[in-house]
């Protein structure tokens, strides 16, 4: 079994132990609704059975993300989240968990302001595993690269249809995590259709690295995780978790109890194509 916890979470044979075909990967911002329910919401993530968690670091202009996840970060910032905060939130998770793999998917501007070796580090230290950084091309990112080499940080880049097959070469040598192949042109958001063409870009991919590549953008429900699941290393799964959020709250029990249903229905996609 691999050691570094996102080789683990994609690593098949403990997949297949789990009767689990692709690995499934969850995405939530941090501080949604507020700091103490996302804390139990990834917290409930993991005992759904999800082997990375994508943890959205809020922010004021979330360029790549669709109406749902923008209003996850609006309402996070609201509240006073802070990047400390979202430091504090990974250690707050690794409290119950030291096996799933943690990764950011967060913004140029926050790694840019802070410095990339102090929020290289500061990331690692909470508990971090990898970074996506959305806007940030491979093409530019030679500091940021040299930071994550530093601190063994993996990289998570992303391939799109759009994407020539000249820089697909280009990306996968940056990339030391998994590949995040996004199966559809724009934002983020829930679809009721399946994207077209994604065996033929998970081959295209596959000829350039080895690295496992996950699919997402558009997968919301439990069918469409398994057809996925079919083809991808793993399934990316965002506002369908996160339109949920937003009706969670401390005191709301029964809607924490329609959310972990939720989460077991999907997470229950990879099985189903084991």
């Known amino acids: 079994m691999k050691t570094d916890r996102i080789s683990n979470a994609f690593c098949p044979q403990r997949l297949s132990g789990q009767g689990k075909s692709a690995a499934f990967v969850s995405y939530a911002?941090?501080?949604d609704p507020d700091f103490e329910s996302s804390v139990r919401v990834?917290?409930?993530?993991?005992?759904a059975g999800v082997d990375v968690?994508?943890?959205?670091v809020p922010f004021?202009?979330?360029l790549a993300d669709g109406p749902t996840?923008?209003?996850?970060a609006e309402r996070s910032l609201s509240n006073g989240m802070t990047a400390d905060d979202v430091f504090r939130l990974v250690k707050r998770v690794r409290e119950f968990s030291s096996e799933v793999a943690i990764v950011f998917y967060t913004y140029y501007n926050l790694v840019f302001s802070r410095g990339h070796e102090n929020y290289v580090k500061a990331a690692k230290d909470a508990g971090v595993d990898g970074l996506l950084v959305l806007d940030l091309p491979p093409e530019e990112a030679s500091e940021y690269l040299e930071a994550c080499s530093k601190y063994d940080m993996k990289t998570v880049f992303i391939v799109a249809p759009t994407t020539p097959e000249a820089r697909i070469s280009l990306i996968t040598k940056a990339t030391t995590g998994f590949v995040y192949y996004v199966s559809r042109e724009g934002v983020t958001g829930e679809r009721s259709d399946m994207a077209e063409g994604v065996t033929q870009a998970l081959d295209q991919i596959r000829a350039h690295t080895d690295l496992p590549v996950a699919v997402g953008f558009g997968i919301s429900n439990r069918d469409q995780v398994a057809l996925t699941a079919k083809e991808a290393s793993g399934v990316v799964v965002g506002s369908a978790i996160v339109r949920r959020c937003a009706e969670l709250s401390s005191s709301s029990s029964g809607k924490w109890e329609d959310f972990r249903l939720f989460l077991q229905e999907l997470v229950s996609g990879v099985r189903e194509a084991g």
């Open 29 to 31: 911002c941090a501080g």
């Open 42 to 47: 990834f917290k409930e993530l993991i005992d």
């Open 53 to 56: 968690l994508e943890i959205g």
């Open 60 to 62: 004021s202009d979330p």
């Open 69 to 72: 996840n923008q209003r996850a």
